[in-house]
């Protein structure tokens, strides 16, 4: 089969995690017997420079025709980098948050899963972390608080910043089914996560997914207040299966989920609209500071890339392949720099490699 693939490398360290994603999903093609052609779009910063916005239309429909779209990282340093003396609008970021709507990418997938061979990276107590912990985040990403009517003006004398929180039921209706959908290939269970003693916008979505729960016996229920799923997450991870929440929510504890696995490097994101297509991303940012080092952690964008085969091409044999050669070269002791605990660095059955050498391995390992 023949693939195209949108390819955003984007900003600081992208360019480098997105090559060896591509060298991984060559590898698959010449094992698998399939055939990837790549076509780059630019966003973000590297868009700014080049056309003087974040996102342009022609971009778009480079997206549009892709039959789904590879992303690194986009961004800079918020304190230093001309980006970010530009308005808002023309803001890297919001190049992103364009092209999520312009594409519709309501239901964004993040997997927080502990390596066995990375328990030592995990900062949780041992008696916390247990036989382990595997959770699906299943954020919505096109409404709430970051797609909102804004404003930033003077009242009464007094500067006033007023951002909108809308859901309507629909929204929060397609965004639940995804989860329990997701849910029924898991351990049927999903954490539905708002702030209901609050929020009106809560309410409505919990009264939402409640009504979505009848079209699924066989899956368990439990609504959890945001501030609460905060602590739970670091006091016992382990009883999350799926947790659905709005998307501000969700974009904290996603982040707060990935420093649980040890490492934001190791996790993989999915961003999938009503069809097949999806944008699959790694869930860290651009990390400018390390940004042509040669040691940023590549396995986050090599492990969207195996998300992008299983969901967008209905590839699960080649993503499970991708999946066991990251396992395999863990449980073979390499290691980039930051799944790398101080205490291991002089054991010898533990090798720190850079970005290059850990995408050459994994590559080397599917079969």
């Not at 970051?146 to 965004?175: P, S």
């Not at 708002?194 to 409640?210: C, F, G, I, T, Y």
């Amino acid at each position: 089969m023949n693939y195209k693939v949108g390819v955003i490398s984007g900003d600081g360290i992208g360019p480098e995690v997105v090559r060896e994603a591509k060298n991984v999903l060559d590898k698959v093609g010449n094992v698998f017997g399939h055939k990837f052609s790549y076509e780059e779009i630019l966003l973000g910063g590297v868009s700014i420079d080049a056309t003087g916005v974040p996102l342009t239309d022609e971009a778009i429909a480079q997206a549009k025709s892709s039959d789904a779209v590879l992303m690194g990282s986009i961004g800079g340093n918020t304190s230093t980098s001309p980006w970010y003396k530009l308005p808002p609008e023309l803001r890297p970021e919001a190049g992103l948050l364009k092209l999520r709507k312009s594409l519709n990418l309501f239901a964004n997938l993040r997997p927080a899963y502990l390596y066995e061979e990375l328990k030592a990276a995990c900062p949780l107590r041992d008696d916390i972390i247990g036989d382990g912990f595997d959770m699906m985040i299943m954020r919505e990403l096109t409404g709430g608080l970051y797609f909102g009517e804004r404003t930033t003006e003077e009242r009464n004398g007094v500067m006033t910043a007023v951002d909108t929180l809308t859901y309507t039921e629909d929204e929060i209706r397609r965004i639940a089914k995804r989860g329990f959908d997701i849910a029924l290939k898991r351990r049927k269970k999903v954490t539905s996560v708002d702030k209901a003693n609050v929020l009106d916008s809560s309410r409505l979505w919990r009264k939402v997914v409640e009504e979505v729960a009848q079209d699924y016996p066989e899956v368990i229920l439990e609504h959890m207040l945001v501030d609460n799923c905060a602590m739970q997450l670091v006091k016992d991870p382990k009883q999350f299966d799926v947790i659905l929440t709005e998307n501000m929510f969700g974009d904290i504890l996603s982040d707060e989920a990935s420093m649980v696995t040890g490492s934001i490097g190791m996790l993989s994101s999915a961003s999938l609209n009503d069809t097949k297509f999806g944008l699959y991303e790694p869930s860290g940012g651009s990390a400018p500071d390390i940004a042509g080092k040669g040691i940023a952690n590549p396995i986050a964008t090599i492990l969207s890339a195996a998300m992008m085969l299983r969901y967008s091409f209905d590839l699960d044999k080649e993503a499970d392949a991708v999946e066991h050669a990251v396992k395999q070269v863990l449980k073979e002791g390499y290691r980039t720099i930051d799944i790398m605990p101080q205490e291991e660095v002089k054991k010898a059955e533990v090798k720190q490699v850079g970005t290059v050498e850990m995408g050459k391995l994994i590559a080397e390992r599917i079969k």
